[in-house]
């Protein structure tokens, strides 16, 4: 199983961007799909994770602003990003779970100017 994210970029703060992973390899059926974050000399956090049945949850920084979605049928997952301000600068993560395991993308870096 392979992940590829992209759609990371430079953004001036108050801007939008939308990123994309696609998950691809022998998938039967994707559990949860998720996005992390890392900025710079700080842990891995948890942005936006949707299930299988469309439920959603997001770290409280984001609430009202980003918007995770997937297509199943495509294997993909969405983060919709807005109103984004220079503390959402960081790599970002795309992960599924397939068969009680963690698979993780390669990073997207997004970097939101002041």
């Known amino acids: 199983v392979q992940l590829q994210a992209s759609g990371g970029g430079l953004v001036q703060s108050g801007g939008s961007l939308r990123l994309s992973c696609v998950a691809s390899?022998?998938?039967?059926?994707?559990?949860?799909m998720g996005w992390y974050r890392q900025a710079p000399g700080k842990r891995r956090e948890l942005v936006a994770t949707i299930t299988s049945g469309g439920s959603t949850n997001y770290v409280d920084s984001v609430k009202g602003r980003f918007t995770i979605s997937r297509d199943n049928a495509k294997k993909m997952v969405y983060l919709q990003m807005t109103i984004l301000n220079p503390d959402d600068t960081a790599v970002y993560y795309c992960t599924v779970g397939i068969s009680s395991r963690y698979y993780w993308g390669q990073g997207t870096l997004v970097t939101v100017s002041s």
């Open positions: 390899g022998n998938i039967f059926s994707i559990g949860v």
